[in-house]
């Protein structure tokens, strides 16, 4: 009875919109699905989120796109809210105009997936409530180089990047960039495993152990700005390559396909997501890469997603970089 009386003075404070019986079910298998609970006031309040998240997303995919939309752990999330727990706080800037990487003249193979061609890619790493994707696509890619040149892969650590990297304009659990995570490993002269300095996803003080140290960058190699063509020449003929693009309130639903957004900027200073491309390829037509996320193996394709490739889709090449080792 008090539930009931709850249930409508709650859609009556939010006259427009209307909570059904099914809305609740499908709230429900999702709560026993992601294993969430909430406390009495918070269950009505996530419900509605999840009822908005979810009308979005089902009216998005009746529509004609390219990529699809799908519920996962963050459904019961404003974009708001996620952008504060999960992103950079800030957007970065990133403004490396001049890079330092020449591009050779091809030809490039029409397709190429680095997770097919060896064992060269760890699995896909959750970042939890830390602005610290830039540290995950920076091991990501270090991970990737240093097994394409030892025939090692070793997972590295993201922690030793968030507790130490901060003399390098990287700002810990409130973002940063891959280009400058290199420079910090270059001249540090060492990242410790992921082992041996493991992830809390919480800044804390820094304890690097040289003696411990377990991959080297000799030099960084930045992908001039807006040079797409430079990315794919990277990853085509040497490794997957770190990139950095604007995440907007679509991306955070992306369930499959290849994602595009009229939503997003495309310039330095409006980054706030950093990722790894790990290849490419094209779909219908539509060229696309291959890109390694940092939310954990149940968002998006099994971690990763796919993205518009060759049109700077979101920024994605304004700011890319790997290391040499
Ligand atoms: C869907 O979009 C594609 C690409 O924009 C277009 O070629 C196709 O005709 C559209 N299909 C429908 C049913 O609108
Ligand atoms: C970004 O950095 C560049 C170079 O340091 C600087 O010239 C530019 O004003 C900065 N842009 C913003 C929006 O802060
Ligand atoms: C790469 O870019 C970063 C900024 O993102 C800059 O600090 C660094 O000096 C650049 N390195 C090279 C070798 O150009
Ligand atoms: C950004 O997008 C605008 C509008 O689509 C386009 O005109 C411009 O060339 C793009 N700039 C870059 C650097 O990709």
New binding site residues.
């Given amino acids: 009875m008090t539930r009931v009386w709850l249930l409508l003075s709650f859609v009556s404070l939010t006259s427009a919109f209307y909570l059904t019986k099914r809305d609740e079910f499908h709230f429900k298998s999702w709560m026993a699905q992601y294993n969430k609970a909430y406390d009495f006031e918070e269950y009505y309040q996530r419900l509605r989120i999840f009822t908005e998240n979810k009308r979005m997303i089902d009216k998005h995919n009746e529509g004609n796109h390219s990529f699809t939309m799908g519920l996962n752990e963050f459904s019961d999330m404003t974009f708001n809210e996620f952008r504060k727990s999960f992103l950079l706080s800030e957007p970065q800037?990133c403004?490396a105009t001049k890079g330092s990487y020449l591009s050779s003249n091809g030809p490039h193979p029409d397709s190429i997936d680095w997770r097919k061609k060896g064992n060269y890619i760890t699995p896909v790493k959750n970042q939890g409530a830390c602005g610290s994707c830039w540290t995950f696509s920076t091991t990501g890619c270090l991970e990737s180089v240093t097994a394409i040149s030892t025939g090692k892969l070793v997972p590295l650590s993201e922690q030793q990047l968030v507790d130490c990297a901060q003399d390098f304009n990287n700002h810990g659990c409130n973002g940063g960039l891959p280009s400058q995570a290199f420079e910090y490993i270059m001249y540090n002269k060492g990242l410790m495993t992921e082992k041996d300095y493991p992830y809390t996803a919480v800044e804390g003080v820094c304890y690097y152990e040289p003696s411990m140290a377990a991959a080297f960058v000799k030099e960084v190699r930045n992908i001039t700005a807006y040079d797409e063509m430079g990315m794919v020449d990277a990853v085509a003929t040497r490794n997957p390559v770190s990139f950095a693009f604007e995440v907007t309130s679509d991306f955070m639903h992306y369930h499959q396909g290849v994602y595009t957004s009229t939503e997003c900027h495309n310039t330095?200073?409006k980054v706030n997501h950093a990722v790894l491309a790990v290849g490419y390829g094209q779909d219908n037509g539509t060229p696309y890469w291959i890109v390694k996320n940092s939310w954990g193996p149940y968002w998006g394709i099994d971690g990763y997603f796919l993205i518009e490739r060759g049109k700077n889709m979101c920024g994605l090449a304004a700011c890319s970089s790997f290391p040499v080792v």
């Fill in positions: 800037n403004s330095t200073d």
